[in-house]
C-alpha cells in the first residue's frame, strides 16, 4: 500500500486569497466558479488535507477541471508555487478514491511496452491512410476511441537527411536528447529533426527513447508511479552533457526534476538551438502564413515563450502572429484532452475560431499535446489546413542547403 505523499500546507498557506489570479486562469473564465479558479481549489485542496472536506465527487470534478496551465503562477503576488499544490492534492484525492481508468490508461502509456503499441498503431494508421475516410464517415465524432483515433497524425512527414553544417566547426561535444515516452512514437519526425540540426551545430546527439519524466502521472494523480518514472529518467541522464528535451511538457517536468543535477543541464531544444544559434545563417524564405502557439509549459514554467517568436524573426518573407493574442491554454493539459473532452473541446474554441479567421498555412507548436489537440480538432471539424508542426521540424526543413 502506498503512502500518503505530504501536502505541502506551508505552501497552501501563503495565498492570502487575493484573487489577482482569477482573470487569468480559463477554467475560471469558462464556468464562474470559485471552485474551478485557483483561489478556490487551494481552499479545497486544504479542506481535503486538513479533513475538513470529503474526497466527493463535486471536490473532484473542480480538481479534474484544472488545466495545471499554471497561469496563476506567475500573476500571484505571492508567489503560490499552484503547480506544486496541485499535483500533491491531486494525489491526496486519488488516494481516497479507487483509481479511474485514465490512470491505469496512462501507466500504460507511459511503459516502454505502451510506447511500442502506440507507436504500430501510429505506423498502421498512416501506412492504411485511414484518417481520411474515418473522417469521412464521420468516426472521429464516435465515442472515446473515435476521439483518440482524430488525435493520430494522418500522415508520416519526410524527415530530414543530415543538414550541412554552417561552418567548418569544432566537435561541440555530446548532448543527451530526451524524446519522453510519446515522443519517438508520435513524433518521429521531430526527434530526427532536432538530431540533425543538433548534428550540424557540431554537436553529438545521444538520443534516449523510451525514458518517461512522469509528468501526465504526477499531473494525474499518481505521485508513486509519476516519482518512480522520474527516478528512472534521472539514473540514465547521470553524467555532465547537456540535456535537451524537445516537448515543453516534458521539459518543465526536467526542469522541476528532484535531482539538481538534473535540473542544472536542462535546456528546451529550441532555446538550446537558438543559444547556439551560427552567425550568418539565413533560413530558406517562406512566403506563407505562420502562426505561434505557446504552450502554457513553456510559457508559465520554462518561461521561454518568447523562443517561438524569435524563431519566426529568422524566417525571410513568413508572415508570423500569435494564433490568439489571449495566450489561454488550448485545454490540452496532459490527459485532460481525453479525460474531459467537452471541458477541452471548450477551451479550444477560441483557438479554431483564430485559425479560421487569420488563416495560417502553419500552426507552430513545440508541445505534443497542444499539437495532437490543435491538429485533432481541425480534423473532427473536417479542416485539412493549417499544418500543425514541430518550430523544429519547420526549422530544418527551412535550413540552408548548400
Ligand atoms: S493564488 Fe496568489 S493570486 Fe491567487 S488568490 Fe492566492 S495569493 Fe492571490
Ligand atoms: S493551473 Fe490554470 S486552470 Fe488550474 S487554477 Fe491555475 S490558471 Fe486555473
Given at each position: ?5 505530504p501536502f ?7 495565498c492570502?486569497?487575493?484573487g ?39 471536490l473532484?470534478?473542480?480538481?479534474d ?5 499554471r ?25 481516497a ?76 561535444g555530446?548532448v ?31 538520443t534516449?527513447?523510451?525514458l518517461?519524466?512522469g ?6 494523480g ?11 529518467a ?7 552533457a ?13 526542469q ?15 532555446q538550446f ?6 552567425e ?9 502564413r ?47 484532452l481525453l ?27 513545440n508541445n ?35
Amino acid at each position: 500500500m502506498p503512502s500518503l505523499p505530504p501536502f505541502p500546507a506551508a505552501a497552501a498557506d501563503q495565498c492570502v486569497k487575493c484573487g489577482l489570479c482569477l482573470p487569468h486562469c480559463p477554467s475560471y473564465t469558462l464556468t464562474g466558479h470559485e471552485g474551478d479558479s485557483p483561489r478556490g481549489r487551494i481552499a479545497l485542496m486544504q479542506g481535503l488535507a486538513e479533513g475538513r472536506l470529503a474526497a466527493s465527487d463535486r471536490l473532484q470534478q473542480h480538481l479534474d477541471g484544472c488545466l495545471g496551465c499554471r497561469a496563476c503562477e506567475p500573476v500571484c503576488p505571492a508567489r503560490v508555487p499552484y503547480g506544486q499544490i496541485l499535483d500533491a492534492g491531486r494525489a491526496q484525492l486519488a488516494m481516497a478514491r479507487p483509481a479511474r481508468w485514465h490512470r491505469a490508461a496512462l501507466r500504460g502509456l507511459t511503459h516502454p511496452l505502451g510506447q511500442r503499441l502506440l507507436q504500430g498503431l501510429r505506423w498502421l494508421w498512416q501506412t492504411l491512410r485511414l484518417a481520411r475516410p474515418a473522417g469521412a464517415l464521420g468516426l472521429f465524432r464516435l465515442g472515446a476511441l473515435g476521439r483518440a483515433a482524430s488525435l493520430l497524425p494522418a500522415a508520416r512527414l519526410p524527415q530530414p537527411a543530415a543538414l550541412p553544417a554552417p561552418a567548418a566547426s569544432a566537435d561541440r561535444g555530446e548532448v543527451l536528447l530526451f524524446t519522453g515516452c510519446t515522443g519517438a512514437a508520435l513524433e518521429p519526425e521531430t526527434v530526427a529533426a532536432t538530431e540533425a540540426l543538433l548534428s550540424a551545430l557540431g554537436f553529438t546527439p545521444r538520443t534516449l527513447t523510451g525514458l518517461c519524466c512522469g509528468a501526465l502521472q504526477t499531473h494525474a494523480g499518481d505521485a508513486e508511479g509519476g516519482a518512480a518514472r522520474a527516478r528512472a529518467a534521472g539514473d540514465a541522464l547521470a553524467g555532465d552533457a547537456p540535456i535537451i528535451s524537445i516537448g515543453t511538457g516534458c521539459g518543465a517536468q526536467l526542469q522541476e526534476h528532484p535531482m539538481a543535477s538534473v535540473r542544472e543541464r536542462h535546456v528546451d531544444a529550441l532555446q538550446f538551438i537558438r543559444r547556439h544559434w551560427p552567425e550568418g545563417v539565413t533560413l530558406q524564405p517562406l512566403p506563407q502564413r505562420v502562426a505561434l502557439h505557446v504552450a502554457c509549459s513553456q510559457r508559465n514554467v520554462l518561461r521561454s515563450g518568447d523562443d517561438l517568436a524569435w524563431l519566426g524573426r529568422q524566417i525571410p518573407q513568413a508572415a508570423v502572429f500569435a494564433l490568439d493574442a489571449s495566450g489561454r491554454c488550448c485545454g490540452a493539459a496532459g490527459h485532460h484532452l481525453l479525460q474531459l473532452p467537452d471541458v477541452a473541446d471548450a477551451h479550444l474554441a477560441p483557438k479554431l475560431a483564430a485559425m479560421r479567421d487569420t488563416a495560417p498555412q502553419w500552426v507552430v507548436s513545440n508541445n505534443i499535446g497542444c499539437s495532437l489537440h490543435l491538429a485533432g480538432g481541425l480534423r473532427r471539424d473536417g479542416a485539412l489546413t493549417p499544418q500543425v508542426i514541430h518550430p523544429l521540424v519547420l526549422l530544418a526543413r527551412l535550413w540552408p542547403r548548400r
